[in-house]
């Protein structure tokens, strides 16, 4: 797990340095800094959701998956979690404005995403877990390094949480590939990525406020899709 705790102290060095800089930029600077955010993030996943060709899955699964979340209701855990963090860590900073509850969530979500999301992280995660040296996760955490610096900037310190979900989730998936790396096929790591990418589509349109899109009630259809692949692609 060392590409992974690597690439989880490149995301917290680049959220302060992010944070640092962000005093001294104008509204019209954070602001085209986010239209900027909003368009790479849906050229990226414009780019991870055409990786499969398992197209009836992944309906299926952003289907399943939205409805899931939807009867759980995880976004207004999620929001209920991140505020409580958000007014602790405000609490700590009276010189700072109050930042919005929304888009602390929007802030995470986004780089969370984008940092766990991808086939760098994936194959990333089976080159440490076959034993080999993290070649792909160092290079991942110097574009999540840079890619930190430009998120904090606009979002805040929900960036830095971010490296808790790349910690789960990549740290996981190298654990559970040390011991089963017969079982990840080409197939699972293309359809996961696409599922990536169209909630990376629907995160960009809410960035970019074309349209409010509920991404973390859709977020179980990583799993579902995950499963499903799993065992339909099996020869």
Known sequence: ???TLINCSAIIIGTFIGMGIR??????????????????????GISM????????LIIISIILGALIGQIIDLEKYLQAFLTRIQHKYSSKDKSQ????????????LTSTLLFCIGSMSILGAIEEGSGNFPNLLITKSIMDGISSIALA????????????????YQGGLTLLISVSIHLISDTVISDM????????????????????ISITNMLPSLVIILILSYFFSQP
């Open 23 to 44: 005093s001294r930029l104008s509204k019209k600077v954070i602001d085209i800094i986010f239209q900027a955010i909003g368009l790479v993030t849906l050229i990226i």
């Open 49 to 56: 959701s055409l990786r499969s060709e398992n197209i009836i």
């Open 97 to 108: 404005e109050k930042p919005d509850s929304h888009l602390f969530v929007e802030g995470f």
């Open 1 to 3: 797990m060392v590409g």
């Open 193 to 212: 990525t696409a599922v990536g990418g169209i909630l990376l589509l629907g995160l960009g349109i809410t960035i970019l406020k074309i349209k409010e």
């Open 153 to 168: 900037s606009s979002f805040g310190v929900c960036i830095a949480l971010s490296s808790f979900s790349v910690l789960l």
